[in-house]
């Protein structure tokens, strides 16, 4: 995304709290993000900022969407940015390594429940409160409680019938007053399940008695001089009065829903959907539906809810949804008018009209731009006056010296980028000589001849290098096929970069700075490339072969060993026996030097006899 992307929709960002979520040009999310202010936080990613990590702009780089859900507080917006991190696994978030999730205060569903922290919900009937983004918080609310309310904190299985056998003992916790002891029935049940009922309504917000205890227990430290301690008191009071925050995501009133909502305008509707899990917001969505013309919202609703419950997997036993609809599955459904759930149906009809709104915004403004790639292409195509999109671009090169070892390469270019494994060299077979059309011609009806017969797709463009004498060539071959009405062939001359069209002869000049002719440069220098570095390998491999590779004895790599110390074959001949012996062994230059005096001896032999003959 760009600074003047980001212009167009800044108007759309609302500066309430929420999570934001980049994506790319296919819909994946890039990276996940919270915020006390969407807009705020989302106007730092652009303008010129120097300070801004090499990651963070790439991220930006490669972004083409923006998407937002608006949520009611900032802590509401740290547990679903963690729900759907995990979700997801966006490329450029931090990940957690340790899978670990938010904390929860656990009742257990036994008899002399105990009390303790969580990470997992387990269903087993157990009493479960949060879940709470700091664990720090969460432990100072436990130990408050323990002081209140002395609990066991053992495992034992306390059934009437093991207390009354005598089974177990009494420990430390009961000497330093943490427990009462009712593993030797010293406390009853229901006493102890009073103590529950205070605690559960403490975690509810019902703690008006607790907090004048505290301050009268602070009152009187302060009296009795104990600064430290009724320190430590407000401490605790604060993180009391604080933990248990109105919030729509850590909600002690709304378990496990699903809430829908509906906007919809003449031809499209737009379906919000939450899903909440122990009171949490995990996972949202807004799903687009074209509408028939006798489509009301009651109709779209019965239709969207079933098909995404059984897409996101979700069995919540209540639905809350704006106005009353009937579905096949036997769940509760819910339009609040008040509470809780009144808050959560609110927060999704607030974040699909910003959805549509967002929507209308993009649709005007035509936000997505072309790629530096589609422009190029587009290009290219109305300077050649092609019909089709030239995705798929191949250029052919020949490349010989003096006739020796001919040699030709196409270079193929797709989405206006070198696509490098589908490269072709080629050893020129029926043309002998320094015959450049000829051997253009073979190779392109060899190219393309196969890409027939294996039924691989055809390229737009073929760029040939060269005048027209190569271009003249290479259509023999497309002829031959029949591919003339199938392909647009060009050739290009390097001295004027004219390029020549098969049954123009009057070239076209592109603009020196156009990108279509840079396009085309890189496609006949790449080609241009790719055929001189095969030439120069094989050119290179049949000198060892036919020098040093005869010696009988010295195979590929002493007549490299060699070549790399003294550098030709010429410096080799004028080398001394104890220079050779030193870098491949006494047996090596032996073999080396006896061969070059019987090949001179050989070159010697017909110039005597010329000289006797006269």
Excluded: W
Excluded at 112 to 119: K, M
Excluded at 524 to 540: K, P
Excluded at 561 to 569: E, G, I, N, T
Aim: proline share 4%; charged share 30%; with cysteine.
């Amino acid at each position: 995304m760009t600074f003047d992307d980001y212009k167009q929709l800044s108007d759309t960002l609302p500066l309430q709290p929420g999570v934001y979520r980049f994506l790319d040009e296919d819909g994946t999310i890039l990276y996940v993000g919270k915020a006390k202010s969407l807009k705020n936080r989302v106007s730092s990613y652009f303008g010129e900022r120097k300070d801004m990590p090499f990651k963070t702009r790439t991220m930006v780089k490669h972004a083409r969407h923006l998407e937002f859900t608006i949520v009611e507080t900032e802590a509401d917006a740290l547990l679903l940015e963690n729900s759907l991190i995990k979700q997801h696994q966006p490329r450029y978030n931090v990940m957690l390594k340790d899978g670990k999730s938010y904390s929860y205060l656990c009742i257990k569903n036994e008899r002399f429940p105990r009390v303790f922290i969580t990470r997992q919900v387990i269903r087993d009937g157990s009493t479960y409160f949060g879940p709470y983004t700091s664990k720090f918080r969460l432990k100072i609310i436990l130990d408050l409680i323990k002081q209140l309310f002395p609990l066991r904190t053992c495992n034992l299985s306390l059934t009437e019938e093991n207390i009354a056998a005598g089974k177990f003992k009494i420990c430390l916790e009961y000497h330093i007053k943490n427990c009462y002891g009712p593993c030797e029935g010293l406390e009853d049940e229901a006493s102890y399940n009073e103590k529950i009922d205070q605690i559960k309504n403490m975690l509810k917000g019902n703690f008006g008695a607790v907090i004048q205890h505290f301050k009268k227990e602070m009152q009187q430290c302060a009296e009795n001089l104990e600064f430290e301690k009724a320190q430590q008191l407000k401490n605790k009071l604060a993180a009391f009065e604080d933990y248990q925050s109105k919030s729509t995501v850590v909600s002690t009133t709304v378990r496990d829903v699903d809430v829908f909502s509906i906007a919809s305008d003449e031809k499209e509707a737009y379906i919000n959907y939450l899903r909440v899990v122990n009171g949490a917001l995990i996972h949202i969505h807004t799903q687009e539906l074209v509408k028939n013309l006798d489509d009301d919202e009651r109709d779209l609703l019965e239709y969207a809810i079933p098909v995404l419950r059984e897409r996101f997997d979700s069995f919540a036993p209540e639905i809350i949804v704006p106005l009353e609809v009937d579905i096949a599955e036997k769940v509760l459904i819910t339009v609040p008018k008040i509470g809780d759930k009144k808050k959560l149906l609110e927060l999704s009809e607030k974040n699909v009209q910003y959805h549509r709104l967002q929507k209308r915004r993009d649709e005007a403004s035509k936000t997505r731009k072309q790629t530096p790639a589609e422009r190029i292409l587009r290009t290219l195509q109305n300077d050649l006056q092609m019909s089709d999109l030239p995705m798929h671009i191949e250029c052919f090169d020949n490349s010989n010296m003096q006739g020796s070892n001919p040699v030709s390469s196409c270079v193929v270019f797709k989405n206006a980028k070198p696509s490098k494994r589908d490269y072709r060299h080629y050893h020129v077979k029926t043309v002998e000589g320094p015959n450049d059309f000829a051997s253009m011609e073979e190779v392109v009806y060899r190219r393309y001849r196969r890409l027939l017969d294996e039924g691989q797709p055809l390229p737009q463009l073929v760029v040939i290098d060269g005048g027209k004498g190569q271009l003249s060539a290479a259509m023999n071959s497309i002829r031959a096929l029949g591919l003339e009405d199938k392909l647009t062939v060009i050739g290009i001359a390097k001295k004027l970069e004219e390029i020549f069209f098969p049954s123009d002869s009057v070239p076209l000049h592109i603009n020196k700075k156009s990108e279509s002719l840079k396009l085309i440069q890189q496609a006949r220098n790449e080609a241009h490339r790719f055929a001189i570095s095969f030439h120069r390998d094989l050119r290179s491999k049949n000198f060892l072969g036919t020098e040093l590779t005869d010696i009988p004895g010295i195979g590929e790599k002493t007549a490299q060993k060699l070549l790399q110390h003294f550098s030709s074959v010429k410096k080799l001949r004028a080398a001394s026996f104890a220079e050779i012996a030193t870098i491949a062994g006494d047996a090596v230059a032996k073999k080396v030097q006896g061969y070059f005096e019987s090949s001179a001896s050989d070159a010697e032999a017909p110039h005597k006899a010329s000289e006797e003959e006269e």
